[in-house]
């Protein structure tokens, strides 16, 4: 079962309105929900997830920090809006000693990681024995940036899934039905859409509710499928 993440970002950071869109697509279904801690002014930021946890919805928090001290930085800003999910980053154990203890569960990058907003490279070999590693020191699943890879996507997908015993979500550019359905397919434990929902791009002409439920409807029915 894949679960659809709708991240309120664009250009990897929380857009200006990003409150505004939450409420706007909140009523479509969607559950899942994040940012990123860059793009919005810290108290809006809190206000933002503030709401997120009170509707009862789960929040993710997605790192792209590019140095360790930034990083660390974007953990305890995790730790400070107690949010569900911290996903993303490639700093595995300093960032475990930041959220220890505070039951948010960890999904970090594997891989090699490069630029804003970010890519990933390296071999489906190479990023498969990360995701090996990464799970050798305990963190709870995977966030893997499959469609900013300039591979095999699918390929890569069903390496890391068969290197590891951990959930994966696959995050940056899932900007089609497609995708949404080649995810599912593929058995990813879920996946974010952000800039192509927000866009209004998934069904031209549609509302960011038509959006959302057009995501919604194509996982579920990618699930369904024998």
Known sequence: ???FILMLTRHDETVPDALELYRAASASGV????GKDVGL????????????RDNGHTSYLEVVSETEEATIASARVALELGVDYLIGGTLVE????????SGITFFPYVGHIVGHPCLLRGTIEEIAADARRVEALGVDGINL???RYDGDVPAL??????????????????????RVRELTELGTWA???????LDLEIVPGGSLHD?????LEAAELARRRP
């Open 41 to 52: 002014p810290r108290r809006e930021l809190e206000g933002l997830f503030d709401e997120i």
């Open 157 to 178: 997908v069903a390496a890391v899934a068969e290197a590891t015993t951990l959930p994966l979500i696959c995050a940056g550019s899932v900007d089609s039905l497609n």
């Open 94 to 101: 300093p960032v475990r000693e930041v959220i220890a203890g």
């Open 31 to 34: 559950t899942h929900v994040g």
């Open 1 to 3: 079962m894949s679960e």
């Open 145 to 147: 940036l499959a469609y």
């Open 191 to 197: 996946f974010t859409v952000g800039t192509a929902a």
């Open 211 to 215: 959006q959302v439920a057009a995501v």
